[in-house]
């Protein structure tokens, strides 16, 4: 499974960012798609995950400022967020994969990773 993301960049605190991530290949050994997020020094953390059958995981930190949706005919999910914050600054990365709890958030349980796009929100 290859993943390919977009959006990201430079955004200002208060403003709002969109991210999509298209994944190809053997798609049918993924159901779970999302985004972690890794800031410098720090743990990869989740951001939010959805499965195949809409049921989403979002982190305390981005929940209610955050909303992912997918598109299973263009296998692409998407994530916009709201309120950006300056702790919302890392880079972020789409994953894929067939976790076995579908709420979980460790990045171990996905298999597929795209190649990471900076967000930075500046104050």
């Known amino acids: 499974v290859q993943l390919q993301a977009s959006g990201g960049g430079l955004v200002q605190a208060g403003g709002s960012l969109r991210l999509s991530c298209e994944a190809s290949?053997?798609?049918?050994?993924?159901?779970?798609m999302g985004w972690y997020r890794q800031a410098p020094g720090k743990e990869r953390e989740l951001v939010a995950t959805?499965?195949?059958?809409?049921?989403?995981n979002y982190a305390d930190s981005v929940k209610g400022r955050s909303t992912i949706s997918r598109d299973n005919t263009k296998n692409t999910v998407y994530l916009e967020m709201d309120s950006l914050k300056t702790e919302d600054t890392a880079v972020y990365y789409c994953?894929?994969?067939?976790?076995?709890?579908?709420?979980?958030?460790?990045?171990?349980?996905?298999?597929?990773w795209g190649p990471g796009t900076l967000v930075t929100v500046s104050s």
């Open positions: 994953a894929a994969g067939r976790p076995i709890l579908s709420r979980t958030t460790s990045p171990r349980a996905y298999d597929y």
């Open positions: 290949g053997s798609i049918f050994s993924i159901n779970t």
């Open positions: 959805i499965s195949s059958g809409g049921v989403t």
